[in-house]
Structure formats: structure tokens, C-alpha cells
């Protein structure tokens, strides 16, 4: 099992831009969730998915969106980055089991 | 709602030596999760440990173990025997356990651990 992936690593984008932060995992779990971690700050929930086709907003939602039309893919969508976006993203993914598996992450810089 | 304090910023151990990360967290429930995430500089966060409040023993996984304190709402993290491979910022997480649907998993803001040669 590759575990949860994430793609790209790194991203620079400029103000306005939009891009999408990819997602997958291949354990089947059917709880996906995004988070982002600013610097010297504990991980904040974006959004997160019960299962294919449900999602719902976590602590700070404003700026992205997400969809998930299969268990295993879960995209984050950023439509005008802003400077305040500059994070690193994490997906992460459970099953019934409280633990969560991360993916390595993505940094992303809005200049 | 439910809080996590890492009070510890940064902290540094000799290698070899034992160090403890501090945690508390504030909750009303009475059954719930509690973790330790290991966070490299490859950023990766990985599992350290994890503990079910039901559970009066306390977990240990090799060199890492808890001190799980359900009254005083405290639940810090022992490494004995430090290896420079530990250096990485800690994070403690919190869960509740109540069953279906979502629950939301808190983490505190971290402490850095740096292990010296």
C-alpha cells in the first residue's frame, strides 16, 4: 500500500491564481480530511469527507472547496490564492479506527 | 469544546538520555483518544503512540511511553534512550470517541525536540 499520497510537494503560485491540491489514498478509508499547518501552529481542519459524495467544513473552510466522487480521491480546490493561503497542506485519512495516516504534505507559497 | 496546550516550545535531550514533552488537554467527555504525532523535517506526520482514555494502563511502544493522568487531564510523552533520529517536532492530538459519524481529531501547537550529539 502507497498509504495516503499527495501531489504537488511544492507550488508557488501567484495572487488570483487558482489550483488544485490532489489526494489519495488506497486503504479504503472512508474518512478524508485536509488541514493546513502554518508555521509554529498545530494542524487546522480545512474540510473533511465522511465517504464519497459527503463533505463538510472544518475550522477554516473560507478560500477553499473540495469535492469527493470516489473513496479514494479527495482534491482540494484553491480559486483565488490569496498571501494568507501560504501553508502547508495535509491530507490525511481513518477508517473506524481513530487513527489518522497523513500524506507527506504540500507547501504552497502565494506571492 | 475541546483544547490541547503544549507548553513546551522547544526542549533539547543529550543522546541517550530520557526526555518528557508535556501535554494537557481540557475536555467534558469521558471517553476519547489521545496521540502523539512525530513530525521530521520531511514533514511527513507519523504515529508515535496512542491512548484510549478507558485504558488505566499506560501504552508504550519501544522507547516511548506515556504518563496518562485522566484526572489531571494530562498525558506527556517519555523517550528513553534518545537517538538523534527522534529530533522533530512533537505534536500531541485529541479525539473523542463517541461513535458515528465525524469526530474531530485537536492538536496542539507542538514542541520541538532537538537531540544533541
Known amino acids: 500500500n502507497a498509504g495516503v499520497t499527495q501531489t504537488p510537494k511544492f507550488r508557488i503560485l501567484k495572487i488570483g491564481q487558482s489550483m488544485t491540491l490532489q489526494c489519495t489514498q488506497d486503504?479504503?478509508?472512508?474518512?478524508m480530511y485536509w488541514y493546513r499547518q502554518d508555521p509554529g501552529m498545530g494542524l487546522k481542519l480545512i474540510y473533511y469527507s465522511v465517504g464519497a459524495g459527503i463533505t463538510d467544513k472544518g475550522e477554516v473552510p473560507n478560500g477553499y472547496n473540495v469535492s469527493r466522487s470516489t473513496t479514494e480521491d479527495f482534491p482540494l480546490r484553491l480559486e483565488l490564492a490569496a498571501p494568507s493561503q501560504t501553508s502547508v497542506y495535509f491530507c490525511?485519512?481513518?477508517?473506524?479506527?481513530?487513527?489518522?495516516?497523513f500524506g507527506p504534505g504540500t507547501r504552497l507559497t502565494v506571492l | 469544546a475541546q483544547t490541547v496546550t503544549q507548553s513546551q516550545p522547544e526542549m533539547s535531550v543529550q543522546e541517550a538520555e530520557t526526555v518528557t514533552l508535556s501535554c494537557t488537554y481540557d475536555t467534558s467527555e469521558s471517553d476519547y483518544y489521545l496521540f502523539w504525532y512525530k513530525q521530521p523535517p520531511s514533514r511527513q506526520m507519523i504515529l508515535v503512540i496512542r491512548?484510549?482514555?478507558?485504558?488505566?494502563q499506560n501504552a508504550t511502544e519501544n522507547r516511548f511511553s506515556v504518563n496518562f493522568q485522566k484526572a489531571a487531564k494530562s498525558f506527556s510523552l517519555k523517550i528513553s534512550d534518545s537517538q538523534l533520529g527522534d529530533a522533530a517536532m512533537y505534536f500531541c492530538a485529541y479525539r473523542s470517541a463517541n461513535s458515528g459519524g465525524y469526530q474531530k481529531v485537536t492538536f496542539g501547537t507542538g514542541t520541538k525536540l532537538q537531540v544533541i550529539p
Open positions: 486503504m479504503n478509508h472512508n474518512y
Open positions: 490525511a485519512s481513518s477508517y473506524r479506527d481513530p487513527v489518522a495516516y
Open positions: 491512548q484510549e482514555a478507558y485504558k488505566q
